[in-house]
């Protein structure tokens, strides 16, 4: 009968004579780590923006409401007073769709800004990565055709 060959012992040799260098992975890891912390803390940072003015809008509307809402003298003075409250409204709401934008557009930049400096960072670190994992496998090469 014909004998199996045990391809263990011949994996566990080539295995061992192309070591791998895990460096390279952990800071990857903590690259991305690093560029998570940063797009998130952005992110908080908008939507902490966002709630402050979406919460100053809802106090000035409910202000100008208590405007309309208040017993006047003249019957004229019931549609002035939607006339104003329509147009302090629209005015408000200008306003505040534009700061709305200011902020989208400081997330859009500060997010461009980020993800190059990680391309960059992340480009560096493969390269350096592939010099050594190259220099490590012609080692081993040739120290394995000895």
Not at 111 to 134: F, N, P, S, Y
């Amino acid at each position: 009968m014909a004998n199996t060959q045990d391809f263990t012992k011949i994996m566990q040799d080539m295995m061992g004579a192309f070591p791998v260098d895990t460096t390279a992975v952990q800071d990857a890891f903590k690259s991305q780590a690093r560029l998570g912390e940063q797009m998130s803390k952005v992110a908080l940072q908008a939507a902490d923006k966002s709630a402050e003015i979406s919460s100053s809008w809802t106090k000035a509307t409910i202000a100008k409401l208590a405007d309309v809402s208040a017993v006047k003298d003249e019957p004229t003075e019931y549609s002035k007073s939607l006339t104003d409250f329509a147009s302090a409204s629209a005015e408000m709401a200008a306003e505040n769709m534009a700061a709305f934008a200011e902020v989208a557009k400081k997330v859009q930049m500060e997010t461009v800004e980020l993800m190059l400096a990680a391309g960059k960072d992340m480009g560096e670190e493969a390269t350096v990565a592939v010099k050594k994992a190259t220099a490590d496998v012609a080692k081993a090469a040739k120290s394995a055709g000895k």
